[in-house]
């Protein structure tokens, strides 16, 4: 009964996603087993019924998962519907409330970094050893087959100007730990993270995230996401906003063949849903701080 | 004078703060936009995420310093020792590090655009993935000489650089942007550019030889008299490349790429063009002694008085080329 309340916000919060006509119809499809593309018979169902029927139906969140995962796997727009399915997915957690273990997503919408100032401290005297800066954990030989191999899926991306274009408006750095949280399934910075950040150059990181999301909104909206949850949210975001602007015009060719049905979300539309969604998701997780890691 | 006082006196708007002993202290994140640390003694000290822009930490002395991702955008670095230090993610965008001893230095992922590196000792140290676009690297005799020597360059962004005369001698820069790049004189000897982007790069007379350029795009390039014994080109792209003179002797050239190339004189003996795409190539008097040419593709390429008599033609394809004796040759 308590989840009535968490259930029409929720519903609420996708009616007026950017991307509702879509996650209706997934969400739908999921509940009757069977696609329907007709916006006006989805809509004579009331959306907290389908979600509380769903709930009902798979009571673990890794049940709705499989079973929101196998429509959008049949569909032809496959990639972009299962983008969708995480959305949906990350928004249905919290109806999940007592659930032990969280299940792994892949797009890292439970991003809590870590990056307190006193971890930060403590973790650099130990992960940045004195005597030999130099000889960084890197294998040349495997970055140079690593980069070569993704760039060639995306001919037209120009690794060099995105590069330039992130060292131009943002930290290096920051960039780094940004994308490093967002491509990283670990989710926590902590020593092992700065370790492993001085092992992945910044283009390789820049196009394992342009590769991930299909479209502009959805890295933008991941990016923004992520940097909220850092120390130093401001910084982050500026680095998000680099990496977004650098990337925009290769999302432009990238989707040049894409169907026409592009959702027009704004941002302003996503900071809204952010900003209900965090306080849905503070209220019921704990900020992690590094004391209560260890 | 320890790390609060330093930050309070900055706080309460001293800026001047010449010859201070800062060695091993903790700034992390600190802002300390604009000061003044000239001859300060900051060895071991962390300024990682520090705020140093228009800094002025000329001649300091920052040997083994931890540096990343601190914002040193226009700073004054000039003579400074910068030794060992830790420089991941740095941003020195503008910075003017002439004369800086920077050897060992690790300046993964750094930001170095603009920045002025005359002189700058960069020998071993880390620039994997740096962005060094617009940077002065020139090569100032009497005064300048910037060392790069056993640098790790590779997927360094250097697109435009000027390296006139740079010695780069067994330098790893594969992967590496170094389109429009100036390298006339310089000294590539037994250096690594495999997948490199030299595309419309100024290569004369530079020494190339034993070099690795394995899958290295010299499009349009110019390489007149340029020195490539033994250098690894299987399957470069050379499109267009201007290399009249140029010293080829036993270069492997297998499955590369040379339409349009002008190689007039140059020396290609013993070298392999296996299976290699010469249509359009011109290679007037060139010198063919031994040359490997199976399988490849000369249509329309210019062999007048080149000298192949001694070349290996199995399988060649010389459909409409202008044969050594001046005659097309036609099926």
């Given at each position: 009964?308590?989840?009535?309340?968490?259930?029409?916000?929720?519903a609420?919060?996708?009616?007026q996603?950017g991307?509702?006509a879509?996650m209706?119809?997934?969400?739908?499809?999921?509940w009757r087993?069977c696609?329907?593309?007709?916006?006006?018979t989805?809509?004579?169902?009331?959306?907290?019924n389908?979600?509380?029927?769903l709930?009902?139906?798979?009571?673990t969140?890794e049940?709705?998962?499989i079973?929101?995962?196998?429509?959008?796997?049949t569909?032809?727009k496959?990639?972009?519907?299962r983008?969708?399915a995480?959305?949906?997915?990350?928004?249905?957690?919290n109806l999940y409330g007592?659930?032990?273990?969280?299940?792994?997503?892949?797009?890292?919408?439970?991003?809590?970094?870590i990056?307190?100032?006193?971890?930060?401290?403590?973790?650099?005297?130990?992960?940045?050893?004195?005597?030999?800066?130099?000889s960084t954990?890197?294998?040349?030989?495997?970055?140079?087959?690593?980069?070569?191999a993704?760039?060639?899926i995306?001919?037209?991306?120009?690794?060099?100007?995105?590069r330039?274009a992130?060292?131009?408006?943002?930290?290096?750095?920051?960039?780094?730990i940004?994308?490093?949280c967002?491509?990283?399934?670990?989710?926590s910075?902590?020593?092992?993270g700065?370790?492993?950040?001085?092992?992945?150059?910044?283009?390789?990181?820049?196009v394992?995230?342009?590769?991930k999301?299909?479209?502009l909104?959805?890295?933008?909206?991941?990016?923004?996401?992520?940097?909220?949850?850092?120390?130093e949210?401001d910084?982050?975001?500026?680095?998000?906003?680099?990496?977004?602007?650098a990337?925009?015009?290769f999302?432009?060719?990238?989707?040049?063949?894409?169907?026409?049905?592009?959702?027009?979300?704004?941002?302003?539309?996503?900071s809204?849903?952010?900003?209900?969604?965090?306080?849905?998701?503070?209220?019921?997780t704990?900020q992690?701080?590094?004391?209560?890691r260890? | 004078?320890?790390?609060?006082?330093?930050?309070?006196?900055?706080?309460?708007?001293q800026?001047?703060?010449?010859?201070?002993?800062?060695s091993?202290?903790?700034?992390?994140g600190?802002d300390l936009?604009?000061i003044?640390?000239?001859?300060?003694?900051l060895?071991?000290t962390?300024?990682?995420?520090?705020y140093?822009?228009?800094?002025?930490?000329?001649?300091?002395?920052?040997?083994?310093?931890k540096?990343?991702?601190?914002?040193?955008?226009q700073a004054?670095?000039?003579?400074a020792n910068?030794?060992?230090a830790?420089?991941?993610?740095v941003?020195l965008?503008?910075?003017?590090?002439?004369?800086?001893?920077?050897?060992l230095?690790?300046?993964?992922?750094?930001n170095?655009?603009?920045?002025?590196?005359r002189?700058?000792?960069?020998?071993?140290?880390?620039?994997?993935g740096?962005c060094?676009?617009?940077a002065?690297?020139r090569?100032?005799?009497?005064?300048?000489?910037?060392?790069?020597?056993g640098a790790?360059?590779?997927?360094?962004?250097?697109q435009?650089?000027?390296?006139?005369?740079?010695d780069?001698?067994?330098?790893n820069?594969?992967?590496?942007?170094?389109?429009?790049?100036?390298l006339?004189?310089?000294?590539?000897s037994?250096?690594?550019?495999?997948?490199?982007?030299?595309?419309n790069?100024?290569?004369?007379?530079?020494n190339?030889?034993?070099?690795?350029?394995?899958?290295?795009?010299?499009?349009?390039?110019?390489?007149?008299?340029?020195?490539?014994?033994e250098a690894?080109?299987?399957?470069?792209d050379?499109?267009?490349?201007i290399?009249?003179?140029?010293?080829?002797?036993?270069a492997?050239?297998?499955?590369?790429?040379l339409?349009?190339?002008?190689l007039?004189?140059a020396?290609?003996?013993?070298?392999?063009?296996r299976e290699?795409d010469?249509?359009?190539?011109r290679?007037?008097?060139?010198?063919?002694?031994?040359?490997?040419?199976?399988?490849?593709?000369?249509t329309n390429?210019?062999?007048?008085?080149?000298?192949?008599?001694?070349?290996?033609?199995?399988?060649?394809?010389?459909?409409?080329?202008?044969?050594?004796?001046?005659?097309?040759?036609?099926?």
């Amino acid at each position: 009964m308590e989840n009535l309340l968490l259930i029409s916000e929720i519903a609420q919060e996708l009616e007026q996603h950017g991307n509702a006509a879509r996650m209706k119809k997934l969400i739908f499809a999921t509940w009757r087993k069977c696609w329907e593309n007709d916006l006006s018979t989805i809509n004579k169902f009331p959306l907290t019924n389908i979600l509380q029927e769903l709930v009902n139906s798979y009571p673990t969140p890794e049940q709705l998962r499989i079973a929101i995962i196998n429509i959008a796997d049949t569909l032809n727009k496959k990639e972009e519907y299962r983008v969708i399915a995480e959305i949906i997915l990350g928004k249905l957690r919290n109806l999940y409330g007592n659930q032990s273990e969280e299940p792994m997503t892949q797009m890292v919408y439970q991003a809590v970094a870590i990056f307190s100032e006193d971890a930060a401290k403590e973790t650099i005297s130990e992960a940045m050893p004195n005597d030999n800066p130099v000889s960084t954990p890197v294998n040349s030989n495997t970055l140079g087959a690593n980069s070569g191999a993704n760039l060639e899926i995306d001919k037209d991306y120009d690794a060099f100007a995105v590069r330039l274009a992130v060292m131009k408006y943002s930290n290096p750095l920051r960039a780094k730990i940004l994308l490093f949280c967002l491509v990283d399934e670990q989710s926590s910075f902590n020593q092992s993270g700065w370790l492993k950040l001085r092992s992945r150059p910044l283009d390789e990181l820049l196009v394992e995230v342009f590769q991930k999301f299909a479209n502009l909104e959805q890295l933008e909206y991941q990016l923004h996401a992520t940097a909220r949850n850092l120390q130093e949210p401001d910084e982050h975001a500026q680095a998000a906003e680099a990496i977004v602007k650098a990337m925009k015009p290769f999302y432009k060719d990238k989707n040049k063949d894409k169907i026409r049905d592009q959702s027009t979300s704004s941002s302003a539309t996503y900071s809204e849903q952010d900003r209900i969604f965090s306080n849905t998701k503070e209220e019921s997780t704990n900020q992690f701080s590094v004391n209560n890691r260890n | 004078m320890d790390a609060k006082e330093l930050i309070k006196r900055y706080e309460a708007g001293q800026t001047k703060f010449h010859g201070v002993n800062l060695s091993g202290m903790n700034f992390f994140g600190a802002d300390l936009i604009g000061i003044v640390l000239q001859k300060a003694d900051l060895h071991n000290t962390n300024l990682i995420f520090a705020y140093l822009s228009r800094a002025d930490l000329g001649q300091a002395n920052l040997t083994a310093s931890k540096l990343c991702g601190a914002n040193l955008n226009q700073a004054k670095l000039g003579g400074a020792n910068l030794h060992d230090a830790d420089l991941h993610g740095v941003m020195l965008q503008g910075a003017d590090l002439r004369g800086a001893d920077m050897t060992l230095a690790d300046l993964f992922d750094a930001n170095l655009i603009d920045a002025d590196l005359r002189g700058a000792d960069l020998s071993g140290a880390n620039l994997m993935g740096a962005c060094l676009r617009g940077a002065n690297l020139r090569e100032e005799k009497r005064i300048y000489c910037a060392n790069l020597r056993g640098a790790n360059l590779q997927m360094v962004d250097m697109q435009g650089a000027n390296l006139t005369g740079a010695d780069l001698s067994k330098v790893n820069l594969s992967g590496s942007n170094l389109r429009d790049v100036m390298l006339r004189d310089a000294d590539l000897s037994g250096a690594d550019l495999s997948g490199a982007d030299l595309t419309n790069a100024f290569l004369t007379d530079t020494n190339l030889n034993g070099a690795n350029l394995q899958g290295a795009k010299l499009i349009n390039s110019k390489l007149e008299r340029s020195k490539l014994l033994e250098a690894n080109l299987r399957g470069a792209d050379l499109s267009g490349a201007i290399m009249p003179d140029a010293k080829l002797n036993k270069a492997n050239l297998t499955g590369s790429i040379l339409v349009g190339v002008v190689l007039n004189r140059a020396d290609l003996s013993r070298a392999s063009l296996r299976e290699a795409d010469l249509t359009e190539a011109r290679l007037i008097d060139a010198y063919l002694a031994r040359t490997n040419m199976m399988n490849a593709n000369f249509t329309n390429a210019n062999l007048a008085r080149a000298e192949i008599s001694t070349a290996n033609v199995v399988g060649a394809n010389f459909q409409g080329a202008t044969m050594p004796d001046e005659s097309i040759y036609q099926r």
